[in-house]
């Protein structure tokens, strides 16, 4: 009797395993990353010249560096820079160095996670500081791009409470 209790069981066991391990590589599914840029760190100051410059990551996890401190590019909105920063043809010059591509698609994971109603706190800092943004991209309904905030310093300190917020600032440095 317990020869054939301890053939059913190791049957059970053979036959259940294989299942249980496809089911937990389904939840591995690689993430697809699919827009241009998924995050974009500015720096902007108008205390002694306009200074406009950052760098964005795109879905490559190349970190590209812009520079639009150039007048015409003063009365640019954020709305319309991200187009403008999409549109461009990068050098090799360009590109300061690359993100890993699991941490990218991890990351890129939390932003959609993001709760975009979260509080986002605000601090007065300084005066004539500048400010160093980090923001999200999330695109939503019919394409239309989302600046999500995710961590601000600078004249004033936002900061965005999500908790996904704050694990992407951590992994920025921020």
């Not at 108008?46 to 007048?71: H, I, M, P, R």
């Not at 986002?120 to 905030?149: H, N, W």
């Not at 992407?168 to 921020?174: D, L, P, Q, S, V």
């Amino acid at each position: 009797m317990m020869k054939k209790v301890s053939k059913i069981v190791v049957l059970l066991f053979l036959a259940v395993f294989p299942l249980m391990m496809l089911a937990q590589c389904k939840g591995e599914e690689k993430v697809k990353i699919n827009q241009k840029i998924v995050f974009i760190w500015r720096y902007i100051n108008a205390a002694s010249g306009y200074q406009n410059y950052g760098t964005f990551v795109d879905s490559e996890g190349n970190k590209v560096g812009y520079d639009l401190a150039d007048e015409r590019w003063r009365k640019m909105t954020r709305d319309e820079e991200l187009p403008y920063l999409e549109s461009l043809e990068y050098r090799e010059s360009d590109i300061h160095g690359k993100v890993d591509m699991s941490e990218l698609e991890e990351h890129y994971s939390y932003l959609y996670k993001i709760d975009l109603d979260a509080e986002v706190t605000e601090e007065r800092r300084a005066s004539d500081a500048g400010q160093r943004t980090l923001y999200g991209i999330v695109y939503q309904e019919k394409s239309v791009p989302t600046f999500v905030l995710i961590k601000s310093e600078g004249n004033y300190k936002y900061v965005n409470t999500d908790p996904y917020a704050k694990k992407i600032a951590e992994w920025w440095g921020m």
